[in-house]
């Protein structure tokens, strides 16, 4: 059984960093793609960053240039590093793992992250 645990997030003021973590646990398979997306209240989840096997990487166009992913294929780890916040990047961040293999996504448990103007 894959399980997804979460650490970070909290309150910070506008210009402030974040830095979230995520280690996946159990039997994962090769050829996967870990994440993060987040939903604000009132609106649908949304990718905000995700990284490939091989290093590759996509972000949401609001987040570029100040958030920046990052993986650890032995530990099956992905982090997301999060400067220059914004009140709108205010968020219940989830991490996300998809099994390319067998078309499957798994999630954790979500944390908090508030930006204060």
């Known amino acids: 059984q894959v399980r997804l645990v979460e650490s970070g997030g909290g309150l910070v003021q506008t210009g402030g960093s974040l830095r979230l973590s995520c280690a996946a646990s159990?039997?994962?398979?090769?050829?996967?793609?870990m994440g993060w997306y987040r939903q604000a209240p009132g609106k649908q989840r949304e990718l905000v960053a995700r990284i490939f096997g091989d290093g590759l990487t996509n972000y949401l166009d609001v987040v570029k240039g100040r958030f920046s992913i990052s993986r650890d294929n032995a530990k099956n780890t992905v982090d997301l590093q999060m400067n220059n916040l914004k009140p709108e990047d205010t968020a219940v961040y989830y991490c996300?793992?998809?099994?390319?293999?067998?078309?499957?996504?798994?999630w954790g448990q979500g944390t908090q992250v508030t930006v204060s103007s």
């Open positions: 996300n793992l998809y099994l390319s293999i067998m078309g499957r996504d798994y």
């Open positions: 159990g039997n994962i398979p090769p050829f996967n793609i």
